[in-house]
């Protein structure tokens, strides 16, 4: 598989799109949790936890299918935004060197809202005494998000990262609808389950086919061993 000329641009690609995914929900979905979790005295928590939840409700197919609309500068709804970034058609915005915020954008859409709601729930179950020692010692909402709240969500943030991180080495659906529907900008072998699938459907070599899906399950488990030991995912409080 090292061998393979189409193998390591492909390490590539996903390796970018996970550290974008990654390092955008992490930071978004922490924030956003934050946010709701101090507006909830002001407006409705619920309503807005529906409304993150709806995007997820979408199959993963289904919503490519809804940013091939959205992305495209002639019939989207958002022309105007993409036209100010300089993008005239839909092959622009697909190009090989946006694809990993696009991916993002698409990941972000179908599944943050869960994990926001996971997180305001992790927020919810901080002690009020020590939140009302904070606010005693003078602490602001900066410094007691920063110092008392994301430390005590450390372990629910591992879990999103884990989580996440093994939903998006496994980068498949997204870049195949937008190659068909691309006409070929996006290279059928751009991640590395679509080289897998290539060398299982392509070229009869279920071997070659097996040995990326175990490359990419070892280094998913590593990664994820990391953080659970970092995290302190299995640490009693």
């Given at each position: 598989m090292f061998a393979d000329y189409r193998f390591w641009p492909a390490v590539q690609h996903v390796a970018l799109y996970l550290v974008v995914w990654l390092v955008s929900l992490t930071i978004l979905a922490v924030l956003l949790a934050l946010?709701?979790?101090?507006?909830?005295?002001?407006?409705?928590?619920?309503?807005?936890?529906?409304?993150?939840?709806?995007?997820?409700?979408?199959?993963?197919?289904?919503?490519?299918?809804?940013?091939?609309?959205?992305?495209?500068?002639?019939?989207s709804p958002v022309s105007g935004v993409l036209r100010m970034f300089g993008f005239e058609t839909f092959v622009q915005v697909v190009s090989l060197d946006n694809l990993p915020?696009?991916?993002?954008?698409?990941?972000?859409?179908?599944?943050?809202?869960?994990?926001?709601?996971?997180?305001?729930?992790?927020?919810?179950?901080?002690?009020?005494?020590?939140?009302?020692?904070?606010?005693?010692?003078?602490?602001?909402?900066?410094?007691?998000?920063?110092?008392?709240?994301?430390?005590?969500?450390?372990?629910?943030?591992?879990?999103?990262?884990?989580?996440?991180?093994?939903?998006?080495?496994?980068?498949?659906?997204?870049?195949?609808?937008?190659?068909?529907?691309?006409?070929?900008?996006?290279?059928?072998?751009?991640?590395?389950?679509?080289?897998?699938?290539?060398?299982a459907f392509k070229q009869n070599d279920f071997s070659g086919s097996a040995a990326i899906s175990l490359l990419l399950l070892l280094v998913a488990a590593g990664l994820s061993a990391l953080f659970v030991f970092r995290g302190g995912l299995f640490e009693r409080d």
């Amino acid at each position: 598989m090292f061998a393979d000329y189409r193998f390591w641009p492909a390490v590539q690609h996903v390796a970018l799109y996970l550290v974008v995914w990654l390092v955008s929900l992490t930071i978004l979905a922490v924030l956003l949790a934050l946010l709701v979790h101090a507006l909830r005295s002001r407006v409705s928590s619920s309503t807005v936890r529906f409304l993150y939840y709806i995007p997820g409700a979408l199959a993963g197919a289904s919503s490519v299918m809804l940013w091939l609309f959205l992305l495209d500068p002639t019939v989207s709804p958002v022309s105007g935004v993409l036209r100010m970034f300089g993008f005239e058609t839909f092959v622009q915005v697909v190009s090989l060197d946006n694809l990993p915020i696009v991916f993002t954008l698409i990941a972000f859409w179908a599944g943050a809202g869960g994990w926001i709601i996971i997180l305001y729930g992790a927020l919810n179950n901080i002690p009020q005494e020590v939140m009302e020692a904070a606010r005693i010692d003078g602490a602001g909402p900066i410094a007691t998000a920063w110092h008392i709240q994301i430390p005590l969500m450390r372990k629910w943030i591992s879990y999103m990262f884990i989580m996440a991180l093994a939903a998006g080495t496994q980068l498949f659906v997204e870049p195949r609808v937008l190659s068909q529907a691309s006409k070929g900008v996006v290279p059928q072998d751009y991640s590395l389950n679509q080289l897998a699938y290539l060398y299982a459907f392509k070229q009869n070599d279920f071997s070659g086919s097996a040995a990326i899906s175990l490359l990419l399950l070892l280094v998913a488990a590593g990664l994820s061993a990391l953080f659970v030991f970092r995290g302190g995912l299995f640490e009693r409080d």
